[in-house]
């Protein structure tokens, strides 16, 4: 079936770096855009960042450009998050969401991994 | 402060109906499809309705979406208990070159 798993969460330091991944199984991982979308304790959803499809377009939020890299490899059906410069703000949970098409503004995330927990503290 | 401004509670009874608003911009909602989500207590979100008023396989026909300029609406009918959850509206937008949430509404009184 459909499915998407995070690992790589924990606790870092402030200032330290943590890499998330996402194995995708049970579709062509290489037909769809992916994206990182985060969720702070008690808080609503955040979007962190997309990868289209292809891998040549990807946008971030504000509250983490220049931090984070989103990356892709389409021979391993997997999705990672590279997050550098960690601050308390970031700590959240981090959910990869698969796009249904291949990442334009007409896809919504249709299918959705379970999360990990990134927490941000000295 | 969210870029999508949802009402943060809404309520209702069995069998009622209720409307969820989200009001964005020209660069947003304006200019681009509503997504909404619904998540459940301790789960991950799902997709509810997709490119303002699209259901995906398996979402039932009481959820439905519309969107007028910059504004959007979910409407639930026939409400149900197990309709109690947070629901997001979603959109991509322009100016930013980014998705943005709205801030959620807590869907409770079931």
């Known amino acids: 079936q459909v499915q998407m798993v995070e690992s790589g969460g924990g606790v870092a330091q402030p200032g330290r770096s943590l890499r998330l991944s996402c194995a995708a199984s049970?579709?062509?991982?290489?037909?769809?855009?992916m994206h990182w979308v985060r969720q702070a304790p008690g808080k609503g959803l955040e979007w962190v960042a997309v990868?289209?499809?292809?891998?040549?377009?990807?946008y971030y939020a504000d509250s983490v450009k220049g931090r984070f890299s989103i990356s892709r490899d389409n021979s391993r059906d997997t999705l990672y998050l590279q997050m550098d410069s960690l601050r308390a703000e970031d700590t959240a949970v981090y959910y990869c969401?698969?796009?249904?098409?291949?990442?334009?503004?007409?896809?919504?995330?249709?299918?959705w991994g379970q999360g990990t927990m990134v927490t941000v503290s000295s | 402060q969210s870029v999508l401004t949802q009402p943060p509670s809404a309520s209702g009874t069995p069998g009622q109906m209720v409307t969820i608003s989200c009001s964005g911009s020209?660069?947003?909602?304006?200019?681009?499809?509503v997504h909404w989500y619904q998540q459940l207590p301790g789960t991950a979100p799902k997709l509810l309705i997709y490119?303002?008023?699209q259901r995906p396989s398996g979402v039932p026909d009481r959820f439905s979406g519309s969107k007028s300029g910059t504004s959007a609406s979910l409407a639930i009918s026939g409400l149900q208990s197990e309709d109690e959850a947070d629901y997001y509206c979603?959109?991509?937008?322009?100016?930013?070159?980014?998705?943005?949430f709205g801030g959620g509404t807590k869907l409770t009184g079931l």
């Open positions: 049970g579709f062509t991982f290489s037909s769809h855009g």
């Open positions: 020209s660069s947003s909602i304006g200019s681009n499809p």
């Open positions: 969401a698969r796009a249904k098409g291949g990442g334009d503004p007409n896809d919504g995330f249709d299918v």
């Open positions: 990868m289209w499809y292809d891998g040549y377009n990807e």
């Open positions: 979603a959109a991509w937008d322009d100016s930013l070159s980014a998705w943005v």
């Open positions: 490119s303002n008023n």
